[in-house]
């Protein structure tokens, strides 16, 4: 596709719930990140992919917290016994390479635990 | 780990007036710097980047930063704003050296008054 595209655009969960939020990339894309977005604040990085390996999950708030890419490609986040302080937007980017190049982010999941 | 400080959260400016926003990073070897820019319910649209060379870079929308080592700030800047360019505006960082991670700013609000 054109860009990022992220799935759902919303998502309300009751409190101990599970979800799964999906990130399909732009083709090609090697790098793959999830960021968490509080209201009125910047993303925060939660997880990093390099095709399929995880390189870095120093982000993931607790144990309950879990990505995957296992083809390199689409990726799912996961969040198990959803809490109220999860309730976020998600965010989703891919990049070409490296740092250098910038990321293209998807509209991102809006996920509300009440 | 680097981190980037935007000073103002909330700019309010006339129409066809200028603005600055600004960004200022913690210091490493060497950087490379973006401006991202998020409308309503959308993800960050990247509106500019600086790799290397020139310190003047121009993005799209008519927006420009300098980048300015010495003082290691990064800001925005345009001569004439409108109404559309109302939206939140984050500053970025990466290095290279942390596993490809991006590092945000906490953004600034800019409101365009007509």
């Known amino acids: 596709g054109a860009g990022v595209s992220q799935s759902p655009r919303y998502k309300v969960a009751k409190r101990g719930q599970d979800v799964a939020l999906r990130c399909d990339p732009i083709?090609?894309?090697?790098?793959l990140f999830w960021y968490q977005q509080a209201l009125g604040q910047g993303p925060e990085f939660l997880t990093y992919?390099?095709?399929?390996?995880?390189?870095?999950k120093s982000g993931l708030p607790s144990d309950r917290f879990f990505a995957e890419r296992p083809e390199g490609s689409v990726s799912t986040l996961k969040i198990q016994r959803t809490q109220q302080e999860d309730s976020a937007v998600y965010l989703c980017?891919?990049?070409?390479?490296?740092?250098?190049?910038?990321?293209?982010f998807g509209n991102g999941t809006r996920l509300t635990v009440t | 780990a680097q981190s980037v400080t935007q000073l103002d959260s909330q700019v309010p400016v006339f129409e066809e007036a200028p603005v600055e926003l600004r960004c200022n990073y913690s210091?490493?070897?060497?950087?490379?710097l973006f401006w991202y820019v998020q409308y309503p319910n959308q993800g960050l649209q990247l509106l500019l980047k600086?790799?290397?060379?020139?310190?003047l870079v121009k993005g799209i929308n008519g927006f420009e930063a300098e980048f300015n080592k010495s003082q290691t700030s990064f800001h925005l800047r345009k001569p004439s704003v409108h109404i559309s360019d109302t939206a939140e505006y984050f500053c970025?960082?990466?290095?290279?050296?942390?596993?490809?991670?991006?590092?945000f700013g906490t953004g600034t609000s800019l409101t365009v008054i007509p």
């Open positions: 970025a960082v990466s290095d290279g050296f942390t596993g490809n991670q991006f590092y």
């Open positions: 992919f390099q095709n399929e390996a995880q390189l870095d």
């Open positions: 600086y790799l290397s060379g020139s310190t």
């Open positions: 980017a891919s990049s070409a390479r490296d740092s250098s190049s910038p990321l293209h």
């Open positions: 083709s090609g894309h090697v790098s």
């Open positions: 210091s490493s070897v060497s950087v490379y």
